[in-house]
């Protein structure tokens, strides 16, 4: 799998320092459930660790363009979009952002999973982001008598979107750290497509979903943000051009032997390891940094001890300082401060040692 940064082990008691990447990122919406995602999910329930999707729409894109894509489920991007959305994706290939390697999405279908919506009626958004950044999300809609049997045009939008969120609040969520943000749906009956757009503010880079959707029906599809997530596929991305790539042999597995661990927040502010997914040569974790106390933090500190030997080969949303088994993580310039009862994350991809990676004891220092 392709990684940020590699990082070269250094010999025993020599400081190792891996920088923090500023263009790197990746997300999805994961409810409404955008075409990636909704196709890695339904190509992995039939078990035996592959993606073989039982959804016609997201077999004849497989046929297209292979099993990849949605292993990247989170990975629909273009690195020096830079608001230039209409300008740079042609007609007919915007569920894909007109690359090549996510062309089957913009198959014109009916049969794309689809959820149920009401329309007019508050919806919580969530969107998977293990990079975190700043940026806005923006929501679009189909108009009325758009026809889904034609790829989608620009034009087939309506003009502005039914949605603008800039800096949601990042959450832990089904598949890891998720942005989640509560809107209003427009009022619409029928089969649409809301058209997700994530403009950095930090970079140039843009991600684009299409979330197909059905407003009607006597109740809304069930979120399943509050069950346990079979995904395990949430490694980040590989640089702001190339989406991450996971090994289509063989499914990257979440870790079940290991529970968040957290300190008891003496020192200001809390931390809670998680392990998100592991595959053979690496694995994927995140933190979260919470502040429990009645005022606002402003930076903050996370240390431990690796047990079996990792090592830390890339991070985002803060800095961190290895040496040898010992890690120290301090926040980065955009999520230092923290406010009262609210938390931030920063997340990594690390190199297991001779056994499974563990959940190590966290200290967390608040300034």
Request: aromatic share 10%; proline share 10%.
């Amino acid at each position: 799998m392709a990684v940020l940064a590699a990082a070269v082990v250094a010999g025993a008691g020599v400081s190792l320092v891996v920088q923090q990447s500023p263009a790197a990122a990746h997300g999805a919406m994961v409810y409404p459930p955008t075409r990636t995602y909704a196709c890695y999910v339904d190509g992995l329930a039939g078990g035996g660790g592959d993606i073989n999707p039982t959804n016609p729409a997201c077999r004849e894109a497989v046929a297209i363009g292979g099993k990849q894509p949605f292993w990247d489920w989170f990975g629909v991007l273009i690195g020096n979009a830079a608001g230039r959305h209409r300008e740079i994706i042609p007609d007919g290939t915007l569920c894909g952002a007109g690359t090549t390697k996510f062309a089957g999405l913009n198959l014109a279908r009916t049969d794309w999973p689809t959820t149920n919506v009401q329309s007019g009626q508050s919806i919580t958004f969530r969107y998977n982001g293990w990079a975190p950044h700043p940026g806005r999300w923006s929501q679009y809609i189909t108009r009325d008598g758009w026809n889904p049997s034609q790829p989608l045009k620009w034009s087939d939008l309506e003009p502005a979107p039914f949605d603008d969120v800039l800096n949601p609040p990042l959450r832990s969520g089904a598949t890891g750290a998720e942005y989640v943000w509560q809107a209003r749906l427009p009022v619409k009956q029928g089969r649409h497509i809301i058209y997700s757009i994530w403009q950095r503010t930090d970079s140039p880079e843009a991600f684009y979903n299409c979330s197909d959707v059905n407003f009607g029906g006597t109740q809304q599809s069930p979120d399943p943000g509050t069950s346990p997530s079979a995904d395990p596929g949430t490694s980040p991305s590989a640089n702001p051009g190339t989406s991450p790539s996971a090994n289509p042999g063989t499914s990257p597995s979440a870790n079940p032997g290991t529970s968040p661990s957290a300190n008891p927040g003496s020192s200001g502010c809390v931390a809670t390891y998680k392990m998100n997914s592991a595959w053979p040569g690496g694995f994927n974790a995140s933190v979260t940094v919470r502040n429990p106390g009645t005022s606002a933090i402003r930076g903050w500190k996370v240390d431990w001890t690796f047990a079996n030997g990792e090592r830390v080969t890339s991070l985002w949303s803060g800095n961190v300082t290895s040496s040898g088994q010992s890690v120290s993580v301090t926040n980065a310039g955009h999520n230092g401060g923290v406010a009262a009862n609210w938390e931030t994350t920063f997340g990594f991809i690390g190199t297991p040692g001779a056994s499974t990676p563990g959940t190590p004891a966290l200290t967390c220092t608040a300034s």
